[in-house]
């Protein structure tokens, strides 16, 4: 009875922490800052993000979505500054609704295509394997097993 | 037509214009590359002169042909440019073209002794925090932005740029203001 209690006391314990860790919070300043310059590519660098960039250049486009963060401009808005001067390339995940989008596209039609051409030759195949022999073809069959058969007897 | 002779026909289109996209893409000068700025208004800013004369606003020449050039002195291809830049400069001197230079992540000091060096006489404008650059979606000098009179960016050239080029760019901003 009493290990029964403490089970499920822990396990309500648990619950509570997960349900506190999990709810919604307001981002502070910084975190809003690393995941905007998360998102950007760092344009002198070799596929290093904003964030991760030691670069001069990085520094001050930092600097810049600081500031643009304490003018309380939203995420959007500041990606937008950065997509007019640099265009969707400066996104190191490019939005779903332009022309660059075309590369989330782009490994599904593939697979799609992959999947319709393989189910075709697997059914084609098995078309061919259980089709019955036509009359012709039985009675070709026929003569020649009587041949063999007069030929060994 | 079955599913699979269609997906095998929209494979060869896609490879097709796959060719073609590659084709048109090779063809292109790599030095023009058109971002976002192009065809857009050109960011306004406000900058100090180098050389102490005050500040100066890209404002201040709207209804001219503005050339921006953004430079500093570490750049070896900032240094080979820099000719062509100070001819078409004369060539233009007094006329409805203006030339500004931008200085790109550089002291003060160290880009004025160079400006006096190369004979740059143009106006050379700060940047200490690089918001001129980032506006203009710099990735690193030498790079020329060619504004027209109506304050829209026509052109942009990345890497040294040579006397031809920015004549032909400036002439045809100029032509264009006439019509």
Known sequence: MTARIVIAAALLAIAATLVLAARPHEATADERVDRITAELRCPVCQGLSVKDS????????RDLV?????????DAEIEAEFRTAYGDWVLLSPPIASWS??????????VAAGVVLATGRVRGGAAVASAEPSAAERAALRERVAREEAAEG | ?????????????AMLGLVVTLALAFRRDPHDIRTGTIGKPAPAFTAERLDGGGTL?????????VVVNFFAS????????????????????????????????????SALSYVKRMGISWPALADDDGRVALSYGVFGPPETFFIGPDGVIAGRHIGPIDEGT??????????????
Do not use: F, H
């Open chain 2, 57 to 65: 606003s890209l404002s201040d020449y709207t209804g001219k042909v």
């Open chain 2, 1 to 13: 037509m079955t599913l699979a002779r269609a997906v095998r026909i929209a494979i060869v289109v």
């Open chain 2, 166 to 179: 920015l004549i032909t760019g400036i002439e045809a901003l100029r032509r264009e203001a006439t019509r």
């Open chain 1, 54 to 61: 030691p670069s001069e250049t990085a520094r001050q486009m």
């Open chain 1, 101 to 110: 989008g075309l590369v989330w596209l782009a490994p599904l039609a593939a």
């Open chain 1, 66 to 74: 600081a500031e643009r963060v304490r003018e309380g401009k939203t």
């Open chain 2, 74 to 109: 570490w750049c070896l291809p900032c240094t080979q440019e820099n000719p062509a830049l100070v001819r078409v400069y004369e060539r233009y001197r007094g006329s409805d073209v203006v030339m500004l230079g931008v200085v790109y992540q550089e002291s003060r000091d």
